[in-house]
C-alpha cells in the first residue's frame, strides 16, 4: 500500500537557518512525488514535483529510491516559508490519485 | 478567471441531515477529487472521478456519494450516516497530478 510519513508535525527554525522538512514514503512501484505547500488563509498549492527537478522560492527536493526518501530543503529560511507543508506520492502508471502524509508545520521564527 | 470554485465556505448542518458541498471548475480538466482533512490527519481522499460519468471510492468513502454528470462539476453529499462529519473539505481537479485545490468548506455538525 502506498504510504506517505512526515514523521515532524511542527518544525520550527530562526530566519536564515537551513530547514528540512522530512518525507518518506513506501511504494513498490515508480512514484511521482510532490510537495504540497499551505499559507495562512491560502489555498493549498503545488510548490514542486520530483519529475521537473526545479528549485521554487529556494527550495528543492530530491528524490532518493535507496531511501525512499522526498526532503524538502531549503538553505536559508525566512519569515515568510512559515506554512504547512504535505508531501503526497502518486502512482506514475496507475490513476492520478495523490497519497497526502499528515503534513509538517514549519514556523520561522524572526 | 479559471479556477476551482468551492460553496459555501461555511456550512452548519443539523445531525440527521444530508448536505451537499458543491465544487465547480473552469479549468477543463479531466480529473476531479474530494479530500478531507483533519488536525493531526492530514488529507484523506473521499472519493475521486477521472471522466464525467464515473467516480470512484478513496480511503474514507463510507457516508459520503458524490455524481459527475458535468465535467465542471463534483458535487460532494454528507450523509447522515457519517458518523464525524464535522471537517474541512477540499476539492482539486488536474490535468495529470499538479491538482489545483479549492478554498475548501468548512462544515460543522450542530
Known amino acids: 500500500a502506498q504510504r506517505v510519513t512526515q514523521p515532524e508535525k511542527l518544525l520550527s527554525v530562526f530566519k536564515g537557518a537551513p530547514v528540512e522538512l522530512k518525507c518518506n514514503y513506501s511504494?513498490?512501484?515508480?512514484?511521482?512525488l510532490f510537495w504540497y505547500v499551505q499559507y495562512s488563509r491560502q489555498r493549498l498549492q503545488l510548490l514542486l514535483r520530483?519529475?521537473s527537478r526545479e528549485s521554487i522560492k529556494g527550495f528543492t527536493a530530491d528524490l532518493n529510491k535507496g531511501e525512499t526518501s522526498f526532503h524538502l530543503k531549503k538553505p536559508f529560511a525566512q519569515e515568510e516559508d512559515s506554512a504547512m507543508y504535505y508531501c503526497?506520492?502518486?502512482?506514475?502508471?496507475?490513476?492520478?490519485?495523490?497519497?497526502f502524509g499528515k503534513g509538517t508545520k514549519l514556523t520561522v521564527n524572526p | 478567471d479559471g479556477g476551482i470554485t468551492q460553496s459555501p465556505k461555511y456550512l452548519f448542518r443539523k445531525e440527521g441531515q444530508n448536505v451537499t458541498l458543491s465544487c465547480e471548475q473552469n479549468?477543463?480538466?479531466?480529473?476531479m477529487y474530494w479530500y478531507r482533512q483533519d488536525p493531526g490527519q492530514g488529507l484523506r481522499l473521499i472519493y475521486y472521478s477521472q471522466i464525467v460519468n464515473d467516480f470512484q471510492k478513496g480511503d474514507i468513502a463510507e457516508g459520503y456519494s458524490v455524481s459527475r454528470e458535468k465535467k465542471e462539476s463534483f458535487p460532494l453529499t454528507v450523509t447522515s450516516a457519517q458518523k464525524n462529519p464535522t471537517a474541512f473539505y477540499l476539492c482539486?481537479?488536474?490535468?495529470?497530478?499538479?491538482?489545483?485545490f479549492g478554498s475548501g468548506t468548512r462544515l460543522t455538525v450542530v
Open positions: 479549468l477543463n480538466h479531466d480529473a
Open positions: 520530483h519529475i
Open positions: 511504494y513498490s512501484g515508480s512514484p511521482e
Open positions: 482539486a481537479s488536474s490535468p495529470s497530478r499538479g491538482y489545483t
Open positions: 503526497a506520492l502518486s502512482d506514475q502508471g496507475g490513476s492520478e490519485k495523490l497519497v
